[in-house]
């Protein structure tokens, strides 16, 4: 019985705060100066409808004067003008009273609204009962810095009209997301994928340190654990110390997101015809003795876009474009270089961070002072910032519609990289498990529709429920369960579930390209077991070494392969040639 009453006192409290949030809303003040000329603007406004109304269409709402008269607060009769504020919106300064006394006087003299000019952060101007019913003109808080910007821009001769448009359900930019999001799971667990299997399937041609490819990071039950761990402590840190830590994270974007362009247009600056000429003798660090000189401007033009993102990060009308791209480039790079060796890790993996979004986002706001979410209040930039820096590791598209919400509170619409890269981890081990059983890619195109189909559902709730939302509470299950149902409807869920040993059932190269040393011996991953009759392999390998690869014998062509490497797919069982001689 205490712990149902208990229940329904949570219960209440919630939706107490859900009521007070909903008696705040934002609203516009359109400018014109009496002068004409320029066109007039909008300024955001933060009004209580309790008071009164404002109309949802400009072209309903009355073009008054508005008339400064912040030099006073408005808290007493001896504030008012001789005349009043007749047929006027009076601007006045916040502070000294409640607002109810502000509102009853200047409506008293005769003005149709109340702007009320605040340095600090805008509150909802509240009341009581009776005094709603009292007051029938709108008032509303304005910003100081907007209030200087009004005055610069239009003079001190200007009208002012208020209202209040609708929020459209979703923004147009929601698209642009969408595409960029589902984008880049698609091709980073294409590209990681193929790449994780090439590292089996072809050897590696010994053409310049630069062509060789870092090795994969398999993700184990404890790098989970740490990493879980780190994120939280990481998450509270921020909260608490966002002024000082934002740079911290803002110069580790910049490095990693360089690092993460260089490594996706690598592989297409290697394909330019000109550049390959190679400076030797140099001090450069991180570069190999001989790197070549595309590969140095490639690295040169990395630095510069990461450099001038940093420096115009704070530009709204294009530094998005260069963060996104940076942030493309930085989740496919991660994407590449960590690894899920297992559907077992998978799990672990996206459940524990399942529980991590859902708890920052709708338990927090019960624990913190001001009922905020503490991973809202991170990935947007706490209210009360001083340095008003944002987090860079989100992808964010400005909002196309000309709403209030996108004036006054969000500008943007965001998708942290987390919701990119944790799903797209499953997909890329979705792409190792397609071509291991040989499937047509089933596994890959499934995970990568229910990622789209789980950021849709993310996309609606947020509609729905005008609040941010954990997008791994629906990614996580729409990809997990098509990826579990669909192995368990292949009848291979005991494969998928482990890996079956992935990286080493796939089928080795059983040569070695020839060196200046002669034969290397063999590593134990490199013996496979030969078909092929002792005496045949006896006599090919009395073959000199400096004999081309083609076959001696034309009727050998049945039993031998070129130089290129096989896939699994193609491979046959007569072995290519005697493992540990020179091709």
Same mark, same amino acid.
């Given at each position: 019985?205490?712990?149902? *009453?208990?229940?329904?006192?949570?219960?209440?409290?919630?939706?107490?705060?859900?009521?007070?949030?909903?008696?705040?809303?934002?609203?516009?003040?359109?400018? *014109?100066?009496?002068?004409?000329?320029?066109?007039?603007?909008?300024?955001?406004?933060?009004?209580?409808?309790?008071?009164?109304?404002?109309?949802?269409?400009?072209?309903?709402?009355?073009?008054?004067?508005?008339?400064?008269?912040?030099?006073?607060?408005?808290?007493?009769?001896?504030?008012?003008?001789?005349?009043?504020?007749?047929?006027?919106?009076?601007?006045?300064?916040? %502070?000294?009273?409640?607002?109810?006394?502000?509102?009853?006087?200047?409506?008293?003299?005769?003005?149709?609204?109340?702007?009320?000019?605040?340095?600090?952060?805008? *509150?909802?101007?509240?009341?009581?009962?009776?005094?709603?019913?009292? =007051?029938?003109?709108?008032?509303?808080?304005?910003?100081?810095?907007?209030?200087?910007?009004?005055?610069?821009?239009?003079?001190?001769?200007?009208?002012?009209?208020?209202?209040?448009?609708?929020?459209?359900?979703?923004?147009?930019?929601?698209? =642009?997301?969408?595409?960029?999001?589902?984008?880049?799971?698609?091709?980073?667990?294409?590209?990681?994928?193929?790449?994780?299997?090439?590292?089996?399937?072809?050897?590696?041609?010994?053409?310049?340190?630069?062509?060789?490819?870092?090795?994969?990071?398999?993700?184990?039950?404890?790098?989970?654990?740490?990493?879980?761990?780190?994120?939280?402590?990481?998450?509270?840190?921020?909260?608490?110390?966002?002024?000082?830590?934002?740079?911290?994270?803002? %110069?580790?974007?910049?490095?990693?997101?360089?690092?993460?362009?260089?490594?996706?247009?690598?592989?297409?600056?290697?394909?330019?015809?000109?550049?390959?000429?190679?400076?030797?003798?140099?001090?450069?660090?991180?570069?190999?003795?001989?790197?070549?000189?595309?590969?140095?401007?490639?690295?040169?033009?990395?630095?510069?876009?990461?450099?001038?993102?940093?420096?115009?990060?704070?530009?709204?009308?294009?530094?998005?474009?260069?963060?996104?791209?940076?942030?493309?480039?930085?989740?496919?790079?991660?994407?590449?270089?960590?690894?899920?060796?297992?559907?077992?890790?998978?799990?672990?993996?996206?459940?524990?961070?399942?529980?991590?979004?859902?708890?920052?986002?709708?338990?927090?706001?019960?624990?913190?002072?001001?009922?905020?979410?503490?991973?809202?209040?991170?990935?947007?930039?706490?209210?009360?910032?001083?340095?008003?820096?944002?987090?860079?590791? *989100?992808?964010?598209?400005?909002?196309?519609?000309?709403?209030?919400?996108?004036?006054?509170?969000? &500008?943007?619409?965001?998708?942290?990289?987390?919701?990119?890269?944790?799903?797209?981890?499953?997909?890329?081990?979705?792409?190792?498990?397609?071509?291991?059983?040989?499937?047509?890619?089933?596994?890959?195109?499934?995970?990568?529709?229910?990622?789209?189909?789980?950021?849709?559902?993310?996309?609606?709730?947020?509609?729905?429920?005008?609040?941010?939302?954990?997008?791994?509470?629906?990614?996580?299950?729409?990809?997990?369960?098509?990826?579990?149902?669909?192995?368990?409807?292949?009848?291979?869920?005991?494969?998928?579930?482990?890996?079956?040993?992935?990286?080493?059932?796939?089928?080795?190269?059983?040569?070695?390209?020839?060196?200046?040393?002669?034969?290397? &011996?063999?590593?134990?991953?490199?013996?496979?077991?030969?078909?092929?009759? &002792?005496?045949?392999?006896?006599?090919?390998?009395?073959?000199?070494?400096?004999?081309?690869?083609?076959?001696?014998?034309?009727?050998?062509?049945?039993?031998?392969?070129?130089?290129?490497?096989?896939? &699994?797919?193609?491979?046959?069982?007569?072995?290519?040639?005697?493992?540990?001689?020179?091709?």
């Amino acid at each position: 019985m205490a712990a149902a *009453v208990a229940a329904l006192a949570w219960f209440a409290t919630a939706c107490l705060i859900l009521a007070a949030q909903v008696a705040c809303e934002y609203g516009m003040v359109h400018v *014109v100066s009496e002068m004409g000329g320029r066109k007039g603007k909008d300024y955001c406004i933060l009004y209580n409808p309790q008071w009164a109304h404002l109309p949802h269409d400009l072209s309903k709402a009355s073009l008054l004067q508005l008339r400064d008269w912040t030099t006073s607060t408005l808290c007493s009769s001896s504030d008012l003008p001789a005349k009043g504020f007749s047929n006027q919106i009076p601007l006045v300064t916040r %502070g000294n009273c409640t607002f109810y006394d502000k509102v009853r006087l200047a409506q008293g003299s005769g003005a149709h609204g109340l702007l009320i000019v605040s340095k600090e952060t805008l *509150v909802p101007p509240g009341g009581n009962k009776t005094q709603y019913e009292e =007051i029938g003109i709108p008032v509303a808080l304005l910003s100081h810095k907007d209030m200087l910007d009004i005055f610069k821009s239009f003079g001190r001769a200007v009208r002012a009209a208020l209202y209040a448009p609708h929020e459209p359900m979703l923004d147009y930019n929601m698209v =642009i997301i969408f595409v960029m999001a589902v984008g880049t799971v698609a091709l980073g667990g294409y590209w990681a994928g193929s790449r994780d299997v090439k590292k089996y399937m072809k050897h590696k041609r010994d053409d310049g340190p630069e062509k060789q490819e870092d090795e994969a990071v398999d993700v184990t039950p404890v790098m989970t654990c740490v990493f879980v761990v780190m994120c939280c402590s990481m998450l509270v840190l921020l909260y608490y110390f966002y002024d000082h830590l934002v740079y911290v994270i803002i %110069g580790i974007f910049c490095l990693a997101s360089s690092t993460g362009l260089y490594s996706c247009l690598s592989p297409l600056v290697q394909r330019l015809p000109f550049g390959k000429c190679r400076i030797c003798e140099n001090s450069l660090p991180y570069f190999h003795k001989c790197p070549q000189v595309r590969m140095l401007l490639l690295a040169l033009f990395c630095v510069a876009v990461s450099v001038v993102w940093g420096v115009f990060r704070n530009e709204d009308q294009w530094a998005w474009i260069l963060q996104d791209t940076l942030g493309i480039a930085f989740c496919l790079y991660m994407l590449k270089t960590i690894r899920l060796p297992t559907f077992k890790a998978c799990t672990l993996l996206l459940m524990v961070l399942f529980i991590y979004d859902v708890f920052f986002v709708f338990i927090t706001p019960f624990l913190t002072k001001s009922g905020n979410s503490i991973m809202v209040e991170v990935a947007t930039g706490p209210a009360n910032s001083a340095t008003h820096e944002k987090l860079p590791m *989100v992808l964010k598209v400005p909002r196309l519609n000309t709403s209030p919400l996108a004036l006054c509170d969000r &500008p943007f619409s965001l998708l942290g990289f987390g919701d990119i890269l944790v799903p797209g981890l499953l997909v890329a081990y979705c792409h190792r498990f397609d071509i291991q059983v040989q499937s047509s890619r089933v596994y890959f195109v499934a995970c990568t529709i229910a990622y789209g189909i789980g950021l849709l559902v993310t996309f609606m709730a947020l509609a729905l429920m005008q609040r941010g939302q954990p997008a791994l509470l629906y990614l996580v299950p729409c990809t997990l369960i098509t990826s579990g149902a669909l192995a368990l409807w292949r009848r291979e869920l005991g494969m998928f579930w482990t890996g079956s040993g992935f990286a080493k059932e796939l089928p080795q190269p059983p040569w070695a390209p020839a060196t200046t040393e002669g034969p290397r &011996p063999l590593k134990d991953s490199e013996v496979v077991l030969s078909q092929q009759p &002792p005496g045949e392999a006896q006599d090919k390998s009395t073959l000199p070494t400096e004999q081309p690869p083609e076959l001696a014998h034309p009727e050998d062509a049945a039993g031998v392969s070129t130089q290129e490497p096989t896939s &699994p797919v193609s491979h046959t069982s007569e072995p290519t040639d005697v493992p540990g001689t020179s091709a």
